[in-house]
């Protein structure tokens, strides 16, 4: 079974807003066996959407549109569709119950006619109730291919897929199994991996795909399984797997289910009932955004202090001014200095700090751009470790909070093991 997803909207084009609804829906529909094979971004503009859904009519099993449902003049979906079904509009009486509901008991003002319009629909579709907003979705078929149209707005499209279209699909297609498996590697690049598991990869069987996907101090290594049989496509993964843990165990440092490593550190440091807190200079926070961005993290992650000048480092954390005198701010001892400091001050078990130069041009130090020391205070003691990433500015920030989650990974497993 085959999908497309389309989202309308001149300002995804102009980038004045970033498609994150496509990766959500892509992310469903993997779950339950449906292929993605194309993704566009298109205007607001009739034709454009007609020619649009012409070239992808039996090509695919389900288009699936986000955008272009709210009341104003341009949003033109609805319009669309009708055209394209030979069909028009009509009131959902359902609709026009919900939206006057939610706006004058909810909102507790006036419903106008442009909110009464949110229930205009395809007098042949099947409306897909959205309990979250005044726009609803839509379901019409075409031949071999249905077009489902969501509203833009996220949250709205993302309780539609969750509530309406997932249990749909299931319930109406036979799809096959599509098995994930992905493995977390650190500390060589993607060339170097590929030459170490070369054979092991020439030797997958042809219904197991590997992909590479690097990222900035890492590698991950999806396995992909298609078939009927899901007990036999899990146990080629968990067999391939075990393999390849035997050519590359020395950089695998853990399984990412569909999850980021933020993700997986905040089961582990869950597991164990531990807690987490950064100090940050040169990484200005990410640390803390990446870790804080986990539902639930705030049971294990307590804050940040983002150390970024040299006196916030003194004054708040309390690190040592002869200390920053002898070795300067980019430095293991001030680092370690910073870690145990917020580890002290937050009262957490672990606590991560970096001191760096990211660029482009030096601050209070004279280390050389790119220069960055990572220090992860544990109950056992504080780790230091000095890396250069180079240039530009974004690659070493982005580097440096990788790594920094790396290292602090790979301590919570010595535990765990």
């Not at 500390?187 to 690097?214: D, M, T």
């Amino acid at each position: 079974m085959k999908a497309a997803i389309i989202t309308i909207g001149d300002e995804i084009l102009i980038g004045q807003i970033v498609d994150t609804n496509s990766a959500f829906i892509a992310k469903s529909l993997d779950r339950i066996g449906v292929e993605v094979v194309e993704m566009l971004s298109i205007s607001d503009d009739k034709k454009h959407i007609l020619d649009t859904f012409a070239q992808l009519q039996n090509r695919v099993d389900v288009v699936i549109v986000t955008g272009g449902l709210g009341p104003t003049k341009d949003d033109v979906t609805k319009k669309t569709f009708c055209e394209y079904f030979n069909d028009e509009l009509v009131v959902d009486q359902k609709v026009l119950a919900h939206v006057t509901e939610l706006i004058e008991g909810f909102y507790k003002r006036p419903i106008s006619q442009l909110n009464k319009d949110q229930a205009l629909v395809p007098s042949t579709c099947t409306v897909l109730h959205n309990k979250v907003g005044t726009a609803p979705g839509m379901w019409m078929k075409k031949e071999s291919t249905v077009f489902i149209s969501l509203p833009g707005v996220p949250y709205e499209m993302k309780y539609l897929v969750e509530e309406e279209i997932i249990p749909k699909i299931v319930r109406e297609y036979k799809r096959p199994y599509i098995i994930h498996k992905t493995i977390l590697t650190y500390g060589q690049g993607e060339s170097l991996v590929a030459e170490r598991i070369e054979q092991w990869e020439n030797n997958l069987p042809e219904f197991i795909k590997l992909a590479y996907l690097p990222n900035p101090g890492r590698v991950r290594l999806r396995l992909t399984a298609r078939g009927t049989n899901k007990e036999e496509l899990e146990e080629a993964i968990e067999s391939n797997v075990q393999s390849l843990d035997a050519i590359i165990h020395d950089i695998i440092v853990g399984y990412e289910e569909n999850e980021t490593i933020e993700t997986v550190i905040g089961k582990l440091l869950s597991k164990q009932n531990k807690t987490i807190s950064t100090a940050e200079s040169c990484t200005g926070g990410r640390i803390a955004s990446l870790l804080s961005s986990v539902p639930g993290s705030s049971n294990y992650f307590k804050g940040s202090i983002v150390s970024y000048a040299t006196e916030v480092k003194a004054n708040v954390l309390g690190v040592s001014q002869n200390l920053i005198d002898e070795f300067s701010v980019v430095s293991a001892e001030v680092a370690s200095a910073m870690a145990l400091s917020v580890k002290d001050l937050l009262k957490t078990d672990y606590a991560l700090a970096t001191t760096g130069n990211a660029g482009p041009s030096k601050g209070d130090s004279d280390a050389e751009i790119g220069t960055v020391f990572i220090a992860l205070a544990t109950p056992n003691g504080v780790i230091v470790e000095e890396f250069n990433f180079g240039q530009p500015r974004e690659k070493v920030i982005d580097r440096a909070s990788v790594k920094s989650l790396e290292i602090l990974q790979k301590e919570i497993l010595k535990i765990v093991q």
